[in-house]
């Protein structure tokens, strides 16, 4: 039971954590919106000049247009993050419910996380290439499209083969 003990406060410790991204994600989607009622009032009422706004959030081009596209791509990556997450947090929380990782119903849930984690990764990309050819066709630069997305297959993987081993965990356990 020592182990057990070892593992239980590491989940704790990764349920923290999670909360903490979480909080991080709303705050990041927050200030993306903030950035875009920014921009769009720069923009419509002028009270900014569109060089000194694009500034503002980054970006060296003079567009409204790029400097949209690049807090939108913000936008899009704290929200698939924060699904992400907030997916993390249902898990750890069935996780502490049991008292034990090895169980058949976590597991299995650990499993549709991983999933999740990639499909949201693939999802976050699509989206801001979208956003990049619409900057594009709408005159700001693709100088934003050159961010680098990627799909951390490690933790994917790593993530499914500790659900099959918690689920096996959790056969022996009921065997016993």
């Given at each position: ?15 923290i ?108 990309i ?34 499914l ?16």
């Amino acid at each position: 039971m020592e182990y057990l003990e070892k593992i239980q406060k590491i989940m704790k410790l990764f349920k923290i954590l999670a909360k903490i991204a979480f909080v991080a994600c709303i705050v990041g989607a927050s200030l993306c919106l903030v950035a875009l009622v920014f921009l769009l009032l720069a923009d419509t009422l002028g009270f900014i000049e569109e060089a000194e706004a694009v500034r503002m959030v980054g970006k060296m081009d003079e567009t409204f247009t790029t400097a949209y596209c690049a807090v939108a791509m913000g936008m899009v990556n704290c929200l698939t993050a924060l699904f992400v997450t907030r997916k993390w947090l249902v898990y750890f929380k069935m996780e502490e419910k049991d008292g034990t990782p090895f169980s058949l119903e976590s597991g299995k849930f650990l499993g549709k996380v991983a999933i999740f984690s990639f499909i949201m990764s693939l999802v976050a990309i699509v989206l801001s290439a979208i956003i990049a050819a619409v900057s594009e066709l709408l005159g700001g630069s693709l100088e934003i499209a050159n961010v680098k997305y990627t799909v951390d297959i490690s933790t994917v993987i790593f993530s499914l083969l500790l659900s099959n081993v918690f689920m096996y965990g959790a056969t022996v356990k009921k065997e016993n």
